[in-house]
């Protein structure tokens, strides 16, 4: 008998399996930039939409500071929308060329997904607190 999973149950399924990778191949200095950034990214989805969040997580996996936080995070995110069907391509070309519907409901599920991840990072991702 196959087991039935809330959607909720996947989410943190997936969150805690991107936590518990990268806590174990990243140096600490890097750790600590991810957990910024993952706690950081639901506000900045709110005050400046999907769109322009992603995009300029995008644009700063070029940069020297965090670029490897950035580059996971978006990755993270790319890989759980596509396992969610909601998008099938590159993540910012799906936002720029997807439906409203799509980028309605990458919105929510990035949003649901976050919400995990910042409770892993702050579990398994030490600070200097």
């Keep these: 008998m196959s087991e039935v999973k809330l959607q909720s149950q996947l989410r943190a399924a997936f969150a805690f399996q991107c936590i518990d990778k990268a806590s174990k191949s990243m140096l600490q200095s890097e750790l600590k930039e991810l957990r ?24 700063h996996m070029g940069q020297q500071k965090g670029a490897i936080a950035y580059q996971m995070l978006y990755s993270w995110l790319s890989t759980w929308l596509k396992e969610q069907e909601i998008f099938k391509q590159d993540l910012m070309q799906a936002i720029c060329e997807g439906s409203m519907h799509q980028y309605q409901l990458a919105t929510t599920e990035t949003q649901a997904l976050l919400a995990w991840l910042v409770k892993f990072a702050r579990a398994y991702i030490k600070s200097e607190e």
């Design 36 to 59: 910024s950034y993952i706690q950081k990214m639901p506000a900045m989805i709110q005050m400046n939409g999907f769109g322009q969040t992603v995009a300029f997580y995008k644009a």
